[in-house]
């Protein structure tokens, strides 16, 4: 199945859950089974009736590429294992259940389906010689790779690729996704991510993100109750017409955009020389703002305030994370990879576990933006998505800002209002639809909104 609102785990998690299912009684050999059943039926959809070539680690990810070939085999399908190394414990049993052909990984014949049962979550070097080289081969002859857990070569963890790396079109995660199938190498080279949970109970503060429920205003609501969104206008006010324009339409029930001359999206948004502290449920900071004295001076009185602020753009690049500490009025900080390793130096990798602690420093909700967006609390909680990458235009971060003010506006909880800001984002984009620009955002959100009711 496509996971949707699940759990993302570590390859120590995983390797926990699955000591505490055998802890229970469960064994290794059914878990194996169970998982090479799921193995079966999926390369089962993508052969199409074809041969299969299956490649088997000496780890438990080939004992699972070994019991896989047997259902396989017995269901009629052409298939050969071509194996590197002896297997070793569980996937000995594994190995030995097998009575097909079994050739050496630098034998593997290219056929159109690949099942890549190489390494898992165990890998715990680089690939290089005979392997990488039958994995280049492979993956240039091959029409489809099923990826056994997680492609041959990412780091479970981090993502990141050990030497080369099998490139999977699809990846069916065993027990739980991994945070690598979310980051660094892992985002172009899992294919569709699929998941068999195995009937493992795998829980995580660390979270897909799922769609929101919203809710429409009550009865009793008006533009106050609703909430009131500053947004703080500077040299580049375009950009904050953006996120004005966002908050207006995410939900916000006033918007008040303050700067002189700083133009408005539409009517509805209302330009002022200064946001009344007293009114104002959000304050955005940051889009077009700039970065000279003015802008030092308006950030430093936002941030010394006790209103809820959303900081963004250039106000990423006049403060430090720890002055963040000193705020006790909720925080949320958008920034894109630049502005994060400014403030909290380059994640080393994990981005999410990156993301995580940088809001344990600062104390804010941090959304850190890119091809996978993390939102992280200071409570340990994060929710990971991946939104259309036409959204690598100029602007897009502005909207995203007005959007989780907008959200904080509506609902006063910071880690809520940014996963659900991040959500309606990635719907946006997705119905506005390739090639869009920043301005085509703003009139989808309602329809986003209107999912989520
Ligand atoms: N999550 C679940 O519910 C289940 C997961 N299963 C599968 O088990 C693997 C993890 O198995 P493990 O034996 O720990 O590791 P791997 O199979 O990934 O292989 C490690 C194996 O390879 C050697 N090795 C590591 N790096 C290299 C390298 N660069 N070159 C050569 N050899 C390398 C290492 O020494 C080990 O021997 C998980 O992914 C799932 O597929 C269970 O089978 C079912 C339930
Ligand atoms: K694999």
């Not at 990412?154 to 993502?159: Q, T, V």
Request: hydrophobic share 50%.
């Amino acid at each position: 199945m496509r996971p949707v609102d699940a759990p993302i785990v570590t390859a120590a998690e995983m390797r926990a859950a699955e000591a505490a299912c055998f802890a229970g009684g469960a064994s290794q050999t059914a878990l194996m089974e169970a998982a090479a059943r799921a193995i079966a039926r999926e390369a089962a959809r993508f052969a199409m009736g074809r041969p299969i070539t299956v490649l088997a680690g000496a780890g438990n990810n080939g004992g699972d590429a070994f019991g896989a070939a047997r259902f396989l085999a017995e269901q009629g399908f052409d298939v050969v294992v071509a194996a590197l190394g002896q297997a070793g414990g569980g996937a000995a049993a594994m190995r030995s259940r097998w009575s097909g052909a079994t050739v050496a990984l630098h034998e593997a014949p290219v056929r159109p389906l690949v099942v890549d049962g190489l390494f898992g979550i165990g890998l715990s070097r680089a690939i290089t010689g005979a392997p990488a080289a039958a994995i280049e081969r492979l993956r240039a002859g091959a029409d489809f790779v099923l990826a056994i857990d997680i492609a041959s070569g990412l780091d479970a963890d981090s993502g990141e690729a050990r030497g080369i790396v099998l490139r999977a079109d699809a990846t069916l995660a065993l027990g739980a996704v991994k945070r690598g199938h979310f980051q660094g190498a892992g985002i172009g080279a899992s294919g569709a991510l699929l998941l068999d949970t195995l009937g493992l109970s795998v829980d995580s503060p660390v979270r897909m993100l799922a769609r929101p429920r919203l809710a429409a205003p009550g009865a009793a609501d008006h533009k106050y109750t609703r909430g009131l969104v500053g947004v703080v206008a500077g040299t580049m006010p375009g950009a904050a017409r953006l996120a004005a324009g966002a908050a207006a339409r995410g939900g916000a029930g006033y918007v008040v955009l303050a700067g002189e001359d700083a133009g408005v999206p539409f009517d509805a948004v209302v330009q002022r020389a200064a946001i009344d502290p007293e009114r104002a449920a959000a304050v955005l900071v940051g889009p077009g703002l700039g970065r000279g004295d003015m802008a030092c001076t308006l950030c430093e009185e936002w941030l010394s305030s006790d209103l809820t602020l959303v900081l963004d753009g250039d106000a990423l690049s006049l403060i430090d994370a720890d002055s963040l500490r000193l705020r006790t009025a909720p925080t949320v900080l958008t920034p894109h990879a630049g502005e994060f390793a400014r403030l909290f130096g380059e994640p080393s990798g994990d981005r999410i576990a990156a993301a995580l602690d940088a809001a344990q420093r600062s104390g804010a909700v941090v959304v850190l933006k890119g091809a996978t967006t993390i939102v992280a609390s200071s409570s340990g909680e994060a929710r990971v998505h991946r939104p259309s990458s036409w959204l690598s235009t100029a602007g897009t971060g502005d909207v995203l800002a007005g959007l989780v003010a907008a959200r904080l506006a509506v609902t006063k909880a910071p880690f809520r209002a940014a996963c659900e800001a991040v959500w309606l984002h990635a719907r946006a984009a997705a119905l506005a639809g390739p090639a869009l620009v920043a301005d085509d955002l703003a009139m989808h959100i309602p329809i986003a909104i209107a999912e989520c009711l």
